[in-house]
C-alpha cells in the first residue's frame, strides 16, 4: 500500500532563505509525482507535475526533483518570500494496476516566511 | 475560461439529514475526482469520473456516499444520513486527460461540511 510521507511537519524561515521540503513514498511503482500549494480556506493549486521518467521540473524559483528508486522527492525554494506562506503538499499517481485512479498526498509542510 | 467551482462554500446540516455537493470542473476536462480533507490532514481520495463514467469508487467511506456525474460535466457528491464523522473539505478536481496521467489536477476551494 502506497504511502506519502511529508518532512518537516512546519517550517518557519526568515524572507530570503533558500529552504527544501521533502516527500518520500514507500512504492517506486508511481506514474507521476505534484507538488501543491494550499492557502487556508482554500484549494490546491498545481506547482509542478513530475512524470517518473523524468528527474526534475523548474518553474521559476521552484524545482522539483524526483529519485524514483529511493522514493523520494525534494521541492527547493530560491530566496523565499513571506508570499510563500503555505501548505505545500506532494501527491503520487500510482498505475492504474495497483492504485485504481487514486491519488496519494501526504499530510503536508505548513510553511511560514518571516519577514 | 474559469478554474473548478464547488458550491456551495459552506454546508451546516444536522445530523441525520441529507446533503449535496456540487462540482462545475474545467470545461472541456475528462476527468474528475472528488476528496475529503480532514483538518491538518492531506486530502484522501474517495471518487473518479472518467466523462461521466465512474470508474473508481474504492475511497467511498460507505453506501452513505453517492457520486453521480450525468453528462460527463457537472457532478454531485451526495451523503445520506449524515453523521458527525462526515464533517470535512470536500474538494474536487478535474484534469484535462484521462486519469490525470500527463496533465496535473486543478483544484476548487471546496465545501466545508459541518454536521451538528
Known amino acids: 500500500k502506497q504511502e506519502v510521507t511529508q518532512i518537516p511537519a512546519a517550517l518557519s524561515v526568515p524572507e530570503g532563505e533558500n529552504l527544501v521540503l521533502n516527500c518520500s513514498f514507500t512504492d517506486s511503482a508511481i506514474y507521476n509525482l505534484q507538488w501543491f500549494r494550499q492557502d487556508p480556506g482554500k484549494g490546491l493549486t498545481s506547482l509542478l507535475l513530475?512524470?517518473?521518467?523524468?528527474r526534475e521540473q523548474t518553474s521559476g524559483r521552484l524545482n522539483a526533483s524526483l529519485d524514483k528508486s529511493s522514493g523520494r522527492s525534494t521541492l527547493y525554494i530560491a530566496a523565499s518570500q513571506p508570499g510563500d506562506s503555505a501548505t505545500y503538499l506532494c501527491?503520487?499517481?500510482?498505475?492504474?494496476?495497483?492504485?485504481?485512479?487514486?491519488?496519494?498526498f501526504g499530510a503536508g509542510t505548513r510553511l511560514f516566511v518571516k519577514a | 475560461g474559469a478554474g473548478v467551482s464547488q458550491s456551495p462554500r459552506y454546508k451546516v446540516a444536522k445530523r441525520g439529514q441529507d446533503v449535496a455537493l456540487r462540482c462545475d470542473p474545467i470545461s472541456g476536462h475528462v476527468s474528475l475526482f472528488w476528496y475529503q480533507q480532514a483538518l491538518g490532514q492531506g486530502p484522501e481520495f474517495l471518487t473518479y469520473?472518467?466523462?461521466?463514467?465512474?470508474?473508481?469508487k474504492s475511497g467511498l467511506p460507505s453506501d452513505r456516499f453517492f457520486a453521480e456525474r450525468p453528462e460527463g460535466s457537472v457532478s454531485t457528491l451526495k451523503i445520506q444520513r449524515t453523521q458527525q464523522e462526515d464533517s470535512a473539505v470536500y474538494l474536487c478536481a478535474s484534469s484535462l486527460d484521462q486519469g490525470a496521467i500527463n496533465q496535473p489536477q486543478h483544484f476548487g476551494d471546496g465545501t466545508r461540511l459541518s454536521i451538528l
Open positions: 469520473f472518467q466523462n461521466e463514467a465512474q470508474l473508481d
Open positions: 501527491a503520487v499517481r500510482p498505475p492504474r494496476g495497483t492504485g485504481g485512479f487514486k491519488t496519494i
Open positions: 513530475i512524470q517518473s521518467s523524468q
